[in-house]
């Protein structure tokens, strides 16, 4: 999925939610140690800088150069580089040897990744016993009765657009191979519900759904998912362009520990 949100990496660091610090507090609750963390598809580093309030140390890794060069500094946080071309080897070096990392979390993106290749990583890499691996996504937006029918309307005109491991996402994480100890805080097939509230003008909201993955692609291919009159008519739901209201997004959530 190499390059697949460079083109949107301005918005995608304007548009997207940020999670709930609680979030932060109970995974670090689940570990043993503070030492070492892995933000795995960090993006604009988002997940590394809530990380970092918990762990002395946080690497976190991308494909994409664009989204990188956005990413927050953070005196806890180095952010690196990993293109695809890297032996596995090679970025368990980089991260910090084999049973070393504490927590190692995935924020929106584990559904793009290899598993079976991604999860031995984990496996190698995570503290033996100890250490925690967390993914997480959110898969909707509950706005208002007026105007989720219209995003519906909307996410349904995305659908031929999406790449197919999506489905992951649109179904909040239920069928996601998820071969690890359930530690209480979401199990394969049964991830934990969470949401993510927040308050959001319809300019924010314009600019999330421009980053989204499908209306990208959809622009390439020379189709407008979002012409002035979808934009007019979810503006006028909405309550104006202005106005800001309290969201959420519903998410999902699966931790665990290497089985031992």
Known sequence: ??????????????????????WYSMLADHTLHHSLAWDVGT???QAALGVAEHYKQVIGTD?????????????????HHTPLTMSDD??????????SVDLVTVAQAVHWFDLPEFY????????????????WCYNDLVVSPEFDPLMKRFHDTTLPYWHPNIHYVFQGYKNLPFPFEDVGLGSEGHPLELDIPKELSFEGFLKMVSSWSAVITARDQGVDLLPEEVVKEMES?????KLVRSVAYKAFMLAGKVKV
């Open 1 to 22: 999925m190499a390059g697949l949100f460079d083109k949107q990496a301005d918005l995608y660091l304007d548009g997207r939610p940020t999670y709930p610090t609680q």
């Open 43 to 45: 993006g604009n580093g």
């Open 63 to 79: 494909v994409s150069e664009a989204q990188l060069r956005l990413a927050t500094p953070h005196p806890r946080v180095q952010y």
């Open 90 to 99: 090679e970025l368990v070096g980089l991260i910090g040897n084999e049973n």
């Open 120 to 135: 031995s990583l984990v496996t190698r890499l995570l503290r033996k016993p100890g250490g925690l691996f967390a993914v």
């Open 237 to 241: 739901a909405w309550g104006g362009p």
